[in-house]
T-cell receptor, first 115, second 116 residues
């Protein structure tokens, strides 16, 4: 079975631009989470979606938004890019309701560089 | 607020020796605890989790972790290190009642270097 897939793998943008990152969860997984991992740090929670509804939001500005589609794939959008948005963006999927003790399965991420 | 501390940025161990990667946490109530491993330019891979029961949890690739409630620790261990174990290791915590979503908090990571 295919794992979590993310696209693109690398992206270079300039300040002020907009970016859309995409994620396809493992087949059958209904929960998708997004994380930002700055170099040298652990992943920071951005959003979680379950059954196409936002279930959680981390401490990120409104420039960050996301959505989940009927096929459970997801997009992360970031507007008005700043240099500080340069990071590895990770998508993770899990099988069931987020209240349960399910481990998350991560994609290999999108490396976003802001010039 | 919940938090995770990994006090060592890097751990060096000789191949064949036992290894320990330390993790302490702070969370209200009883936690779910996880260890993940990250290889260069890759996402995180799940190693093991503590939910309840036996304090010694066994996971993938020969790793295990010991939950100590009184010390609020969840140290990762392996009896005999392999060079291929060299990677970045993350400890993560989630409270049992997370208000309806999976609010997972990760530590800052520990780089494990296994020396041949």
């Amino acid at each position: 079975d295919a794992g979590v897939t993310q696209s693109p793998t690398h992206l270079i943008k300039t300040r002020g631009q907009h970016v859309t990152l995409r994620c396809s969860p493992i087949s059958g997984h209904k929960s998708v989470s997004w994380y930002q991992q700055v170099l040298g740090q652990g992943p920071q929670f951005i959003f979680q979606y379950y059954e196409k509804e936002e279930r959680g939001r981390g401490n990120f500005p409104d420039r960050f938004s996301a959505r989940q589609f009927p096929n459970y794939s997801s997009e992360l959008n970031v507007n008005a890019l700043l240099l500080g948005d340069s990071a590895l963006y990770l998508c993770a999927s899990s099988l069931a309701d987020p209240n349960y003790d399910q481990p998350q399965h991560f994609g290999d991420g999108t490396r976003l560089s802001i010039l | 607020a919940q938090s995770v501390a990994q006090p060592e940025d890097q751990v060096n161990v000789a191949e064949g020796n036992p290894l320990t990667v330390k993790c302490t946490y702070s969370v209200s109530g009883n936690p779910y605890l996880f260890w993940y491993v990250q290889y260069p330019n890759r996402g995180l891979q799940f190693l093991l989790k503590y939910i309840t029961g036996d304090n010694l949890v066994k996971g993938s690739y020969g790793f295990e972790a010991e939950f100590n409630k009184s010390q609020t620790s969840f140290h990762l261990k392996k009896p005999s290190a392999l060079v291929s174990d060299s990677a970045l290791y993350f400890c993560a915590v989630r409270p049992r009642n997370s208000g309806g979503y999976q609010k997972v908090t990760f530590g800052t990571g520990t780089k494990l270097q296994v020396i041949p």
